[in-house]
């Protein structure tokens, strides 16, 4: 499965932008997406997930959690998965990666086997 995201850009502390990772040679709707974060310096972090179903979605639970400001979606039918971002800070700054599974949902970065090239999200104080 090859991912492509994109949406990422420069933004103002308190806006918003719209992640979408699609699919090309390949259905994504027997694959459970996760998004994923990389911020200089440090390690790549889970942000959301979403089952195949688009039925049931897991958020990351730590400092500066995303629960709450960002939302994870999938349209089967255009074959892409996006990630809401609302009322971005300055530390939600990071290369922001989508990946896929064919099994059940998972928060682990070595837990995906698929993932696409990373679209950088910077957010301005």
């Known amino acids: 499965v090859q991912l492509q995201a994109s949406g990422g850009g420069l933004v103002q502390a308190g806006g918003s932008l719209r992640l979408s990772c699609a699919a090309s040679e390949h259905t994504l709707s027997t694959y459970t997406v996760g998004w994923f974060r990389q911020a200089p310096g440090k390690e790549r972090e889970f942000v959301a997930a979403?089952?195949?179903?688009?039925?049931?979605?897991?958020?990351?639970d730590y400092a500066d959690s995303v629960k709450g400001r960002f939302t994870i979606s999938r349209n089967n039918a255009e074959n892409t998965v996006y990630l809401q971002m609302n009322s971005l800070k300055p530390e939600d700054t990071a290369v922001y990666y989508c990946a896929a599974r064919q099994r059940g949902m998972n928060f682990l970065v070595n837990g995906y086997d698929y993932w696409g090239q990373g679209t950088l999200v910077t957010v301005s104080s």
């Open positions: 979403v089952s195949w179903t688009g039925g049931n979605t897991y958020y990351a």
